[in-house]
């Protein structure tokens, strides 16, 4: 072979090779839009994710600041119904103290009503002694 064949054979490589050359340059060029592209995509989802994280901290923040508001007028809620609770027991005592004085003004009162039943059955019987004595007397001695 002679040397124009082979500087043919060549120019045809070196052709080749430049039409390989300039496809891997696409390819690479498009490998690197995509590599972009997977990159912003990327960068997107983490600020999405960024930004739902924030906001779900933000919701926890404030459903625990709910909590702590409701648990705090809760236990408002609770010492008003012991104070309550507390000042019923008082007031039931009381009652209570009043309930066992009356029942002992009772007890007192039943005391003198039985007194006062023995006096007056002993009356009755002497009224009707000196009533009965003498038609008795006018029966049984003639």
Known sequence: MGTDAIEARLARLEGAYE??????????????????????????????????????????????GRIDELASRLDGRIDGLERGLGALGDRLDAFGHRLDAF??????????????NGRLTTMTLGILAAVLAPVLIRLLWP
Not at 28 to 36: M, N
Not at 103 to 116: I, K, M, P, Q, V
């Open 19 to 64: 039409q390989v050359d300039r496809r891997l340059g696409t390819i690479e060029d498009r490998l690197v839009r995509l590599e972009a592209k997977v990159d912003a995509g990327f960068a997107r989802s983490d600020a999405r994710m960024d930004a739902l994280a924030a906001e779900l901290r933000g919701a926890i923040e404030r459903t625990h």
């Open 103 to 116: 029942s002992h003004r009772l007890d007192a009162f039943g005391h003198r009503l039985d007194g006062f």
